[in-house]
């Protein structure tokens, strides 16, 4: 089942208001979509199948979800404690594509100008079909959030950008960190090291922490 993109931010979240307090398992059966036991090797399933049903059309390519209105989408898994379970992906770093990169043209910039936050429950002990969707938060983050973000941004490129990929850890980063991104941990991506020699390094992206969204969600009224 293919839905057409919103076309307007009124109807994305309409759309978005409209799913809150459906099962996961009733959401796959309405997109005609078979639903596994569990999200083992599946992760990310559920926010493709939110993605689906609200019509986002980006795909894969390094913009916006909802291109034409310039809203990412984030789904959110919350445990028990409605609290998130773990850092948000935001983008993959692209090695070969860091050249003269700035904050304000950069991908993680586009990418959460602008977010629809829609909270799912994540707790392991729930069956994944019975899980339920939550509200839906439009965010646009702050002067002082973006100040933040952008000097993370800046202080994890100069690593990358210098190949000084050693360097990089998770711990960097006061809302932006940066981790390995590969569901193989033998999986290798070429990028240029501190002497400009390519190297095999592994995968890696761009996450926000999951103090930063909790402070997002509960932020909301």
Same mark, same amino acid.
């Given at each position: 089942?293919?839905?057409?993109?919103?076309?307007?931010?009124?109807?994305?979240?309409?759309?978005?208001?409209?799913?809150?307090?459906?099962?996961?398992?009733?959401? =796959?059966?309405?997109?005609?979509?078979?639903?596994?036991?569990?999200?083992?090797?599946?992760?990310?399933?559920?926010?493709?199948?939110?993605?689906?049903?609200?019509?986002?059309?980006?795909?894969?390519?390094?913009?916006?979800?909802?291109?034409?209105?310039?809203?990412?989408?984030?789904?959110?898994?919350?445990?028990?404690?409605?609290?998130?379970?773990?850092?948000?992906?935001?983008?993959?770093?692209?090695?070969?594509?860091?050249?003269?990169?700035?904050?304000?043209?950069?991908?993680?910039?586009?990418?959460?100008?602008?977010?629809?936050?829609?909270?799912?429950?994540?707790?392991?002990?729930?069956?994944?079909?019975?899980?339920?969707?939550?509200?839906?938060?439009?965010?646009? %983050?702050?002067?002082?959030?973006?100040?933040?973000?952008?000097?993370?941004?800046?202080?994890?490129?100069?690593?990358?950008?210098?190949?000084?990929?050693?360097?990089?850890?998770?711990?960097?980063?006061?809302?932006?960190?940066?981790?390995?991104?590969?569901?193989?941990?033998?999986?290798?991506?070429?990028?240029?090291?501190?002497?400009?020699?390519?190297?095999?390094?592994? %995968?890696?992206?761009?996450?926000?922490?999951?103090?930063?969204?909790?402070?997002?969600?509960? =932020?909301? %009224?």
């Amino acid at each position: 089942m293919t839905i057409a993109p919103p076309g307007s931010e009124a109807e994305l979240m309409a759309r978005a208001q409209a799913l809150a307090g459906l099962r996961i398992g009733d959401l =796959a059966r309405n997109l005609e979509r078979r639903l596994p036991g569990d999200l083992r090797g599946h992760k990310g399933l559920v926010g493709e199948l939110i993605e689906l049903a609200l019509g986002a059309s980006a795909g894969s390519r390094p913009v916006p979800d909802f291109e034409h209105l310039g809203i990412e989408l984030k789904s959110v898994p919350l445990g028990r404690d409605l609290r998130p379970r773990e850092s948000t992906h935001v983008c993959t770093v692209a090695a070969d594509d860091l050249a003269g990169q700035r904050w304000a043209s950069s991908t993680v910039r586009r990418k959460l100008a602008r977010v629809l936050w829609v909270a799912v429950e994540g707790a392991r002990d729930i069956p994944l079909a019975a899980r339920r969707i939550g509200a839906a938060v439009l965010w646009s %983050p702050s002067a002082a959030d973006e100040a933040v973000l952008r000097a993370d941004w800046e202080e994890h490129m100069e690593l990358i950008a210098t190949g000084r990929y050693a360097e990089l850890d998770g711990r960097l980063g006061t809302y932006l960190q940066v981790r390995p991104k590969a569901a193989n941990r033998r999986a290798r991506m070429t990028a240029s090291d501190s002497s400009g020699v390519s190297v095999p390094t592994l %995968p890696r992206g761009f996450y926000l922490r999951a103090t930063f969204t909790a402070r997002i969600l509960a =932020a909301q %009224p």
